[in-house]
């Protein structure tokens, strides 16, 4: 008996953090804590499990880095467009944005046509605040290809003119945007601009749009987006009501 104790005692500790490490829907906290060992077996089956496809890709981290000593390794012999190429998108995974710029910068001297290159180095330079920079960038891929990547790169380049002063221009290209893209990423940099010009209402209604998706989605959808989830609910409690 005492087993079984402590065994629904660890069953609530691991769905209790868990909980706070993934922040699912708030319910789940009552359902884990006043249904007891039940209720965080159930949270485990209806949450956990599903996620881990998600925790699959936390172990994609040491790979990844080894990879990374690799292709360092190979750039000293071999300093190829393709080879830089890899090794930026590598870093740019791994979250080190400066030495991935450093390395599509690299890529970019030796053969400048790619519009994936300067996408990848426009996405590490937003990461470090170089909207100026990066606004360049995905102009170059937005004239080549205005739906690149489902159109991100155009969402990404209104953000870029959102951040360097250019607010007309932010403002019609995340309306043309928005109009064909249900990005939450777009959504929520639409909003965040909306929120900074004043414009309340219009800034509340988009960061209640990322939230309005949440119902009608598949759990493994729900479970990639919980961060716009999360961010866009922080913004709609700093905004006015």
């Known amino acids: 008996m005492r087993s079984l104790l402590s065994l629904g005692v660890l069953l609530q500790v691991l769905a209790v953090l868990h909980f706070i490490k993934r922040r699912p829907d708030s319910y789940w906290l009552f359902i884990i804590i006043f249904l007891g060992p039940l209720g965080a077996l159930i949270y485990i089956f209806m949450e956990v ?56 910068d690299k890529a970019i001297a030796s053969r400048a046509d790619l519009p994936d290159t300067f996408h990848r180095r426009g996405i590490a330079e937003t990461h470090l605040g170089d909207f100026q920079a990066a606004a360049a960038d995905f102009e170059y ?53 909306l929120a900074s010009q004043k414009r309340t209402a219009e800034a509340r209604e988009w960061a209640e749009n990322i939230l309005d998706k949440k119902p009608a989605m598949p759990g493994y959808l729900r479970r990639r987006e919980r961060p716009w989830f999360r961010a866009a609910g922080a913004l709609l409690k700093r905004l006015p009501g």
Do not use: W
Not at 75 to 104: H, I, M, T, W
Not at 144 to 150: F, V
Not at 158 to 169: D, K, P, S
């Open 49 to 104: 499990i599903p996620d881990l496809g998600l925790l699959r890709q936390s172990f994609e981290v040491f790979p990844r880095r080894k990879r990374i000593r690799m292709i360092e390794a190979i750039v000293q012999q071999n300093p190829s467009p393709g080879n830089f190429e890899e090794l930026g998108d590598l870093y740019l995974d791994e979250g080190n944005d400066a030495q991935a710029k450093r390395c599509y």
């Open 141 to 193: 891929v937005v004239s080549r290809d205005p739906k690149y990547d489902s159109y991100r790169a155009a969402g990404l380049l209104a953000h870029a003119y959102a951040n360097t002063g250019r607010t007309e221009e932010a403002d019609r290209l995340f309306r043309e945007v928005t109009a064909k893209s249900t990005a939450s990423e777009t959504y929520f940099n639409y909003a965040t601009f």
